[in-house]
Nanobody
Framework: VQLQASGGGLVQAGGSLRLSCAFS????????IGWFRQAPGKEREGVSW????????YHADSVRGRFTISRDNAKNTMYLQMNSLKPEDTAVYYC???????????????????WGEGTQVTVSS
């Protein structure tokens, strides 16, 4: 199982970025997948995730309405479209996956089985 996040960068508040997570070695039919972030001095937190099997989508309250998670099964890639970015969205963003992961369980970093390297997102005010 491998995951690699990319697409981070520096953006002004109100701007947009799209993160990508290229993955291999597993099927989303059996693995839940999601985005997490960790800001300096804070714990890692779940941002958005997709359940295994039915592909139900969830977003954390802090990003709902601004971020959109999606996947392209043909390309083995997951995306996070981030709009209306705020300085508090500044963090290292990670993608992760869990075998038979679903629902709110995927919101917890400790529940995930495999992690990719992070990508830095910095939002300036």
């Amino acid at each position: 199982v491998q995951l690699q996040a990319s697409g981070g960068g520096l953006v002004q508040a109100g701007g947009s970025l799209r993160l990508s997570c290229a993955f291999s070695g597993f099927s989303l039919n059996y693995y839940g997948i999601g985005w997490f972030r960790q800001a300096p001095g804070k714990e890692r937190e779940g941002v958005s995730w997709i359940s295994s099997g039915d592909g139900t989508i969830y977003h954390a309250d802090s990003v709902r309405g601004r971020f959109t998670i999606s996947r392209d099964n043909a390309k083995n890639t997951m995306y996070l479209q981030m709009n209306s970015l705020k300085p508090e969205d500044t963090a290292v963003y990670y993608c992760a996956t869990k075998f038979l992961g679903g629902g709110s369980y995927l919101a917890h970093p400790s529940a995930m089985d495999h992690w990719g390297e992070g990508t830095q997102v910095t939002v300036s005010s």
